[in-house]
T-cell receptor, first 115, second 109 residues
Framework: DVKVTQSSRYLVKRTGEKVFLECVQDMDHENMFWYRQDPGLGLRLIYFSYDVKMKEKGDIPEGYSVSREKKERFSLILESASTNQTSMYLC??????????????FGPGTRLTVT | QKEVEQNSGPLSVPEGAIASLNCTYSDRGSQSFFWYRQYSGKSPELIMFIYSNGDKEDGRFTAQLNKASQYVSLLIRDSQPSDSATYLCAAGSNYKLTFGKGTLLTVNP
């Protein structure tokens, strides 16, 4: 079974702090993704990576950066946390390129609260 | 702005009935389409994907795609209470998935 793990299930941070969310997958997948999920707005793509050290912006990259130094690990960084970044953050991975990239396996999520 | 629209529901069906979930998408460049199921408090899990016009069946699930109408649907036959969840439709192109806001399905015993 594919396993995608995220470093924390719940996280509380203060406004202005630098926040690191870690994601690890154990199936040698090429592609990794970071999403946030908010009530009424659904699931939105923040960043994705299709190879080590490669990253691409998703639909809502403002206020975030990412790092992928190893194939199995993809980190999401909030440079200066703000209250509007309070959300559920979901990491996903996918083996496939081409149309099948959307066959994604999701981690359990990190619920981040910024106060 | 790419959009995926779903009926927000909730959709309520009796056990054993067919549940029909619908989705439209705005980006004609979308190449692939996915249905994810999300139980309350859990993360999404993939249940179906479809790339070509027509129907694709997998057990009790059938996905239907009509690219001319920009329409995707999911049929769940012999619905079970365990099918009660939010169903997310997603359209994909160039490594980006655009999700709908989901349809909440309740299957009543």
């Amino acid at each position: 079974d594919v396993k995608v793990t995220q470093s924390s299930r719940y996280l509380v941070k203060r406004t202005g702090e630098k926040v690191f969310l870690e994601c690890v997958q154990d199936m040698d997948h090429e592609n990794m993704f970071w999403y946030r999920q908010d009530p009424g707005l659904g699931l939105r793509l923040i960043y994705f990576s299709y190879d080590v050290k490669m990253k691409e912006k998703g639909d809502i990259p403002e206020g975030y950066s990412v790092s992928r130094e190893k194939k199995e690990r993809f980190s999401l960084i909030l440079e200066s946390a703000s209250t509007n970044q309070t959300s559920m953050y979901l990491c996903a991975s996918s083996l496939w390129t081409g149309p099948r990239f959307g066959e994604q396996y999701f981690g359990p999520g990190t619920r981040l609260t910024v106060t | 702005q790419k959009e995926v629209e779903q009926n927000s529901g909730p959709l309520s069906v009796p056990e054993g009935a067919i549940a029909s979930l619908n989705c439209t998408y705005s980006d004609r460049g979308s190449q692939s389409f996915f249905w994810y199921r999300q139980y309350s408090g859990k993360s999404p899990e993939l249940i179906m994907f479809i790339y070509s016009n027509g129907d694709k069946e997998d057990g009790r699930f059938t996905a239907q795609l009509n690219k001319a109408s920009q329409y995707v649907s999911l049929l769940i036959r012999d619905s079970q209470p365990s099918d009660s969840a939010t169903y997310l439709c997603a359209a994909g192109s160039n490594y980006k998935l655009t999700f709908g806001k989901g349809t909440l399905l309740t299957v009543n015993p």
